[in-house]
Structure formats: C-alpha cells, structure tokens
C-alpha cells in the first residue's frame, strides 16, 4: 500500500494537475496551428511561389507497383512541420511573456535577524573561552 499512498500524494499535488491541464489544452493549440498553417498559410504561399502544393512535395525512390507502395521521403510534409513547430513556438513565447508581464511582482520582505539556539549560544561562549586561554 506503500506505492499506492506515494502515488496519490504526486497525483494530488497542484503541479501535476496544472501540468495536465497544460498539456491537454496545448494538444488542442497545436491542432489549431497545423490546421492554420496547413489550410490557411501553405496554399497562398505555395501560390505565390509557382502553384506549388508543400504537402505534395516528395523525392520517390520506387514507384508503386501494384501491389507496393512507393517508397519516397515526403519533405513537403517536413516543411509543414517546420513552419507548424516555429509558429507554436512563437505563440507559446508570446504567451508567456504576456503572463509575466501581468504577474504581480512580488515584493522582497524584509528578513527577521534570525535568534540563535540555546546551543548556538553556548557554543559561541565555548568558542570565546577557547580563544582566550
């Protein structure tokens, strides 16, 4: 039961929830950006540069034959991912800066002088003892 108990504690920590929220919403942001990047962003620029349709890009190195399927490296498709990785990246940077710019800066609290244990204090006299024979 050991296991089980250390689980729940991390489990019902506030990070690993917050996380987890995280995460989802950030799943459903990166189907927005590749939809926006691939239907909205790809078509005018692949226009623009001669009618060309990114996610058609690709080096074959066997044809299909019947059966089999081409063997080939769909770069277009590496391109979409770039441009779609680069544009999340610098939303979740804006994001953040935008966060950190609305967090209330916490003030430095004065600290308290700190009041030495009994301990401390007779292991100082000792120690002032000591020096003086």
Do not use: Q
């Not at 239907?39 to 690709?58: C, K, N, Q, R, T």
């Not at 044809?63 to 498709?77: D, E, N």
């Amino acid at each position: 039961m050991k296991i089980f108990d250390e689980f729940k504690a991390f489990a019902m920590k506030g990070n690993v929830a917050d996380m987890a929220v995280g995460i989802i919403i950030g799943a459903a942001f990166g189907k927005i950006v590749n939809s926006a990047v691939s239907d909205v962003l790809m078509p005018p620029l692949g226009y623009l540069i001669g009618g060309v349709d990114f996610s058609a890009l690709e080096w074959t190195f066997k044809p299909a034959i019947l059966t089999a399927s081409a063997v080939s490296i769909k770069y277009g498709l590496f391109i979409n991912a770039v441009i779609s990785f680069i544009i999340v990246a610098f939303a979740t940077f804006l994001l953040i800066r935008a966060m950190n710019s609305l967090r209330v800066k916490e003030e430095a609290k004065p600290s308290l002088p700190r009041v030495p244990s009994h301990e401390e204090v007779l292991l100082t006299e000792i120690r002032d003892l000591l020096k003086k024979k």
